[in-house]
């Protein structure tokens, strides 16, 4: 078990974590769906909570609604912040604040968000495996 | 790695892994802060995001919270509804409604909470090693 801390520098192994939830902030960033896919855990098991909405479970509901969330943002520009990042066996988790620069529907804004991402070690790398988003403090 | 479906019965893994996740709303139940010792992972690893709270790191500072709350809650009942529950090796991680009728310093209320709750296998059994909360939809 490995966690981050301010004062050690990153495991290789929580390099990779955080090189795994920056695969998926680039591909949110980019509005990019075919990016998406390469993140998530294409299962029933993958796991969903967009802020403010409720929880979707399977990776067939979780691509409907990043289509339709890249369908309606023209920009989505991130700057995240770790708070955590720990690794035990095949499971690793980071929870993180997104600053978030954003056209939606037209209207531009500036918010935060905070997020807990579970990702699993798969033979094709880190996959994300569930997303819970929240309003950020 | 196995996951909570409405068409099949859980797995042993699976029901003990909701068991914890009970034990968790058991403690917050009674406003038990010595059961809530005994259901966390008390290392430097551990985060908790309480509805519209920042996130806490460290089991000290969770602690101090769970005190908190506690001190100034007189009444906390709980239905919890599973969302997905999933074991992977030594984790294993649910999502699940909190549907809650509380009386907070003087108020009656009742609401509901979206949580995702990640356990770990420990010597001592499964330990809660993150809780993120957040206002249910």
Redesign the interface.
């Known amino acids: 078990?490995q966690?981050d801390?301010p004062e050690q520098p990153d495991t290789p192994e929580i390099t990779e974590l955080k090189a795994a939830n920056q695969r998926f902030y680039d591909a949110f960033g980019a509005l990019d769906i075919e990016m998406m896919d390469d993140v998530w855990d294409q299962?029933?098991?993958a796991?969903c909570?967009h802020?403010?909405?409720?929880?979707l479970?399977d990776w067939e509901m979780i691509r409907q609604s990043w289509d339709r969330i890249f369908q309606n943002t023209s920009l989505m520009l991130f700057n995240i912040r770790y708070?955590?990042a720990?690794v035990?066996?095949?499971?690793g988790?980071v929870?993180c604040?997104e600053n978030i620069s954003s056209v939606l529907q037209g209207t531009a804004s500036n918010f935060g968000i905070?997020a807990?991402n579970?990702f699993?070690r798969t033979p094709e790398g880190w996959r994300m495996?569930?997303h819970?988003a929240?309003?950020?403090?």
């Not at 929240?134 to 403090?137: F, L, M, N, T």
């Open positions: 078990m966690a801390t299962s029933e098991k796991m909570v802020p403010g909405w409720p929880a479970m708070i955590n720990v035990v066996g095949d499971c988790w929870t604040t905070l807990t579970i699993m495996i569930a819970h929240s309003p950020g403090a």
